[in-house]
């Protein structure tokens, strides 16, 4: 039996199937894939169905709500145009905080996840940081730019990779990670900020700042694994093994072996998850707005996934539509 095969039989063995749609998008469909009904399948025992939701706010965005908690990854709704899908990215936009936005949708948050800190994934969390009195974790520039941003000391933690944060009903495990490179083998705004620097005013201020990845432990529940960006560390993967996996898709050829080295790294999760494929300067309205050119390497990351895992299944998620696993 393939090395694969003999991995993935002894975890499905073990293992309940996760209550999510199989599909993804065909390779000349337009549409992404529905959320299943309520009966595709039956609910295992040990998990509390409806319990846990995963609500997509585009980008690596993600809402989880944990019976009464909530936990933010990425969060970036103001999706303020600053050119880049049109082809005329403008390094000096102003960052603007949509609060109009925002605070219909964020009426709480208990923990903020931030994977890096360039402004699609960073630039609306001082200010939700601010509204919800969220705790925020992420590297150390995350942590010096939410100084700057006026975020008190207390609601800020620092992490690397390795720790482990028990919130009692769930944890969270942080994996040190890379951030993807573009066609030059360069990771746009590079570098760190090892003090707080001043307020940043566009969206050239907010650097990459190292990459972090993210296990979401449920108890009773789902194992998912968060990623901002699509390079991986393979080995800080070992032993992870999560039922789901938010992969970002890759816009560059120039990170060799991507898919394989993660979805190995992660031992071939059962349900795999696309972001990072839509067009983040249009509003959050469905169905997600994708770029021609996105699109196709949104249907050659389906097909590759389905190559390489052939037992996971593919949701491609909408925005706002409340995932159950």
Known sequence: MPNLDRRRFL????ATT??????????????PAQAAPAAAAPAPTSRRSGAVSFRWWGTAGWRIDIS???????????????????GAFNTA????VRADVIDPRVDR????????????????VPYIAKRTGARVFGTLTAYHLGLAYGVPAAQLSAVKGGEVLDFGDHSIEVVSSLHSRN?????AF???????????ATVGDLPEGDTLGYLLRVDGGPSVYFTGASDVAERNLTGLAPDVAMVAMQ?????GDYLPRLLAGLDYPKVIVPVHYDNFETPLQNPPVVAPTDRTRLNEMIAAIRRISPRSRVLVPEYETAYHF
């Open 11 to 14: 975890r499905d063995a073990a």
């Open 18 to 31: 996760a209550l999510v749609s199989a599909g993804g998008l065909a390779a000349t469909s337009a549409a």
């Open 68 to 86: 009464d908690r909530t936990v933010l990854v990425d969060p970036f709704l103001s999706r303020i145009d600053t050119g880049l899908f049109a």
């Open 93 to 96: 936009t102003p960052l603007t």
């Open 109 to 124: 948050a208990m923990t903020v996840l931030v994977t890096h800190t360039h402004w699609d994934h960073f630039m609306d």
């Open 183 to 187: 066609a030059s083998y360069a990771v």
């Open 190 to 200: 590079p570098g760190v900020r090892v003090t707080q620097p001043p307020l940043p």
């Open 251 to 255: 816009s560059a050829t120039t990170t």
